[in-house]
Every structure is written in structure tokens, then in C-alpha cells.
């Protein structure tokens, strides 16, 4: 599915559509929607991406704090969404996938809003 979405240009173009979302309301750069939808296809790769980050020093702690804890909450990856939908059906797994990614990101905003008020940086 990765390569499909990759050499359809499908990936670059759901990046886009993130970075928004990731640059605006969760205050990190806009490479991170790409981390974001790769932790969505496969999950080991969005933290690793992170991690990387930081340790180079291309993340700040808060900003890794705010991307950890959004790809914790958001839906753990495509085989667990396909799983979804084989079990409870499309319209279901859609809901759920829909309102998981509103609480994610509205966490994620919290945090990103709740350090910056109160100063905090590490």
C-alpha cells in the first residue's frame, strides 16, 4: 500500500493536506504531516522518525512530546483500521478513524498551546 501511495504521488498530496494542520495547530514543522501519515501505514516508523529528529536536534522536546503523544492516540495503523472494517463495516471504522484523528489532533493542539502559555521548553 506504501508503494502504491508513493508512486501514485497519492502520499505527497495527503502530506499537503496535513502540513496545516501539523504546522498550525501543533507548532512542528511541516516534514512532520509525512512522519504522520507514515506512522499511519506503519506505526514503528512515525516514532522512529521522531526520535531521529530529536536526537539530531531538528525537534525540540515539546515538539516531540506534542508528535508522541498524537501518534499515540491516532489509530494505531492501516491493519488495524482493515481490521476495523472487516469487523464492524465501513461505516463504522470511518467514525471511528474520524473521531480518533479529532481527539489526537485536539490533544495535540492542547499540549501545543498549554506549553507555549504556561513557557515550557525542554
Known amino acids: 500500500m506504501l508503494f502504491v501511495l508513493d508512486r501514485s504521488g497519492a502520499l505527497l498530496a495527503v502530506t499537503r493536506v496535513a502540513e496545516p494542520v501539523v ?23 512515525g516514532r522512529q522518525g521522531c526520535s531521529r529528529w530529536l536526537h539530531s536536534n531538528q525537534l525540540s522536546g515539546v515538539q516531540a512530546v506534542v508528535a508522541l503523544t498524537v501518534m499515540t492516540l491516532f489509530v494505531p495503523c492501516v491493519a488495524n483500521f482493515l481490521m476495523t472494517v472487516k469487523e464492524q463495516g465501513l461505516r463504522v ?19 501545543h498551546y498549554a506549553f507555549r502559555i504556561l513557557g515550557v521548553r525542554f
Do not use: E, W
Open 23 to 45: 504546522v498550525g495547530l501543533l507548532g512542528l514543522p511541516a516534514r512532520a504531516a509525512g512522519v504522520f501519515i507514515m506512522g499511519f501505514l506503519r506505526r514503528d516508523y
Open 93 to 111: 471504522a470511518l467514525s471511528i478513524l474520524v473521531f480518533v484523528t479529532v481527539v489526537a489532533v485536539a490533544t495535540g493542539a492542547g499540549l
